[in-house]
């Protein structure tokens, strides 16, 4: 927990492999206008945190923020979320689901080669991403090096902007269940979205359009990519967004929190291990729920 001068804020944090689906229904709850008549623990009564998958270390304080999200009511709540294994799936019948940067690394529109020199960045960069040895600031100039070298070797594949809708249908990239009904809730009650990722934002828009509707609440910060007068790839836009820089800096020229701000209640939907820090850089206190084994978890 962290506290800083300008304003108070709770985040509930929703991770892992059912952190879209605990999102939405948490959404649901606090959208809801119904409420029991006898007086009972929040906690008891949401189904999705009764499975034995979920394991809540401080029953009481989870209790305490979720009954102050409900007193606060909807005007107050925003959603900040991940893309990649969070809102899409993680696999389907055993296999792995496609990331953004997989629907177009995979298909059939980049040539062999290409594919192959991508592998060979995957495999000198990735042992660096999750080297537990190495400090953040360590490993970003790394990371910037491979996304740089990965978004080149895309440009230089010939990509046109008609190819995304192709590219993403031929892939196996799903939403979880549960997407669809929370974007259309949270756009039926006015509850604002945000959306990063170090994926392809052009891949992501696609692939909720293609399963589900971008809708006027929703907002995605991430790469994307700059197409000339012939609809032909050319480059990237603006700054890059890669796995260790997900965070309000990314949004510093917008005035979107600023728009924001009397929605102090966030509901955080990541999934573990990753590093969706939308909370540094804000003035606000947070108190997290998080989740290690696939389902809301919560510490202190």
């Given at each position: ?15 892992g ?7 939405a229904?948490?959404a ?22 009764q ?14 923020i ?16 991940d ?18 940067h ?23 960069y ?25 978004t ?15 590219a ?19 756009h ?18 696609e ?33 890059l ?17 600023t728009?924001l701000?009397?929605?102090?209640n ?14 540094r ?19 202190p």
């Open positions: 927990m962290a506290r800083t001068s300008s304003w108070t804020s709770t985040a509930v944090v929703v991770t492999a059912a952190c879209a689906l605990a999102g229904a948490l649901a709850y606090l959208l809801s206008a119904r409420r029991p008549k006898k007086r009972t623990k929040i906690i008891e009564m949401m189904d999705e945190l499975k034995e998958s979920v394991h809540i270390k401080d029953p009481e304080h989870v209790e305490k979720l009954c102050q999200l409900i007193e606060d009511g909807k005007g107050k709540l925003q959603i900040i979320s893309f990649d294994m969070t809102l899409s799936r993680f696999s389907i019948n055993g296999k792995r689901c496609a990331t953004c997989n629907v177009l690394e995979n298909s059939s529109l980049v040539p062999e080669s290409k594919k192959q020199t991508l592998d060979e960045l995957r495999d000198t990735y042992p660096i991403e999750i080297n537990a040895k190495m400090t953040i600031e360590e490993k970003i100039p790394f990371m910037m090096e491979w996304y740089t070298k990965g080149g070797v895309l440009v230089e594949c010939g990509l046109k902007q008609s190819d995304l809708s192709v993403v249908k031929e892939s196996n990239a799903l939403l979880r269940e549960g997407c669809d009904w929370q974007f259309h809730a949270l039926e009650h006015n509850v604002p979205m945000l959306i990063f990722s170090a994926g392809i934002g052009d891949v992501l828009e692939i909720i359009k293609q399963h589900s509707q971008m809708y006027a609440n929703m907002r995605v910060v991430s790469n994307y990519m700059d197409f000339n007068h012939d609809g032909m790839l050319v480059g990237f836009k603006g700054d967004v890669h796995t260790y820089n997900k965070n309000e800096g990314a949004l510093r020229n917008s005035d979107y929190f728009t701000k009397e929605r102090r966030i509901i955080l939907q990541r999934r573990p291990g990753t590093h969706l820090q939308q909370e850089g804000r003035t606000a206190e947070f108190r997290l729920l998080h989740n290690a084994e696939g389902a809301p978890q919560h510490h």
